[in-house]
């Protein structure tokens, strides 16, 4: 198979970034040659500052502009939306709560969210949170998480989980096996927890095994060391972790996407060769890209994708790792709406956020 066509099967599997508002040269080059899967939302792609009619019809042209160049009809349209500060659209899309002041109306809430997701033409909303607000000096997570035990967590996730999928939104339960003990931010360097697999077995990982009961459909992984159970690798590359724990253990039979690699606590590996091969072996099926770092040129996209080809041609990454990759995101995809942007009407809007003013008044 020509490097093209590899490059372009890497897309069977590849979520991006795209730099603005409008496709640049280097998004439409991207898209063409791997031709992703998915594209990965952030504040960038809206026009802040301008009418709601406007903006959403420079989005939607902006989606129709994507499936043009990577001849996709059918793609995942995510974006991170847990609300809080996790929040990219400008007004007038409801600002929910972060996940913790949300947890008492976390169906109701995730309803909402989905109407107005797929309002902009977005299908998979990287939520819920599944990780635990156990360490109050975490600086990525805390509230974000919906409780500080292992059942509060849970119950909430559940709720936003079967929000979602209410209105045909795919949800994706995060960071396995759990980053809510952290001290540091996975943006800016690697954490390391030096919990047991025991320990993860009796707090971190009752959510993500209540959720995996409920058929949630992805799991995102944590860039994140374990020492005592894979000191190798953090856990977007650990076989032990995502295979053995997760597959094997938690019987996860759906799709496993990694935490953006150009996060700083993994950024560094994926420039190495081999590196790809690792992540499919651990047992990922999707990776991410955000292009957010200074230093994610499109050539750093591509060298990951030609890592991907020159892994195959050399026989270093198994082929039937990667289908059995391939079958388990086609059915997923199948299974994703695809939805066309359009603007919702006022009293929908005005019932959202007075659903806002009901979370700030009603205790945890």
Request: hydrophobic share 40%.
């Amino acid at each position: 198979m020509s490097t093209s066509s590899q490059l372009e099967r890497f897309g069977n599997h590849l979520l991006i970034g795209i730099s603005a508002t409008h496709l640049n040269d280097d998004d439409k080059r991207l898209l063409s040659t791997v031709k992703p899967i998915g594209i990965v939302f952030y504040g960038k792609n809206f026009q802040a500052g301008r009418h709601y009619e406007v903006w959403l019809q420079t989005f939607k042209e902006l989606s129709a502009q994507i499936r043009l160049y990577a001849e996709r009809d059918a793609m995942f349209m995510t974006l991170d939306h847990e609300g809080g500060r996790v929040h990219r659209p400008p007004f007038p899309i409801t600002r929910f709560p972060e996940a913790y002041l949300a947890s008492s109306h976390a169906r109701e809430v995730a309803v909402c969210a989905a109407i107005e997701l797929k309002s902009m033409g977005i299908n998979v909303s990287w939520a819920p949170d599944a990780d635990i607000y156990s360490n109050p000096n975490n600086p990525i997570i805390g509230t974000r998480a919906f409780g500080t035990t292992p059942d509060s967590a849970t119950l909430g996730a559940l709720s936003y989980l079967d929000g979602l999928r209410s209105e045909g939104i795919i949800g994706c339960a995060k960071h396995f096996p759990g980053h809510g003990d952290t001290s540091t931010d996975s943006h800016l360097e690697l954490p390391v927890l030096h919990l047991t697999k025991e320990e993860l077995q009796t707090r971190e990982l009752l959510p993500f095994q209540a959720l995996i009961g409920a058929k949630v459909p992805m799991v995102m992984t944590a860039h994140i060391l374990f020492p005592k159970i894979d000191a190798n690798v953090p856990a977007t590359l650990s076989k032990t972790i995502l295979t053995g724990i997760l597959r094997e253990e938690l019987g996860f039979e759906g799709v496993i996407v990694s935490d953006d690699l150009d996060m700083k606590a993994v950024a560094d590996m994926y420039a190495k060769p081999g590196t790809v091969t690792q992540t499919f072996n651990a047992g990922c099926d999707l990776l991410m890209v955000s292009r957010n770092l200074p230093s994610s040129s499109i050539e750093r996209t591509i060298a990951i994708a030609q890592d991907f080809a020159d892994s195959i041609n050399n026989g270093s990454l198994d082929e039937e790792i990667v289908e059995s990759a391939k079958i388990r995101v086609d059915k997923l995809l199948a299974m994703t709406g695809q939805y066309e942007a359009h603007l919702l009407d006022k009293e929908i809007l005005r019932r959202h956020a007075e659903l806002v003013i009901d979370c700030a008044f009603t205790n945890q």
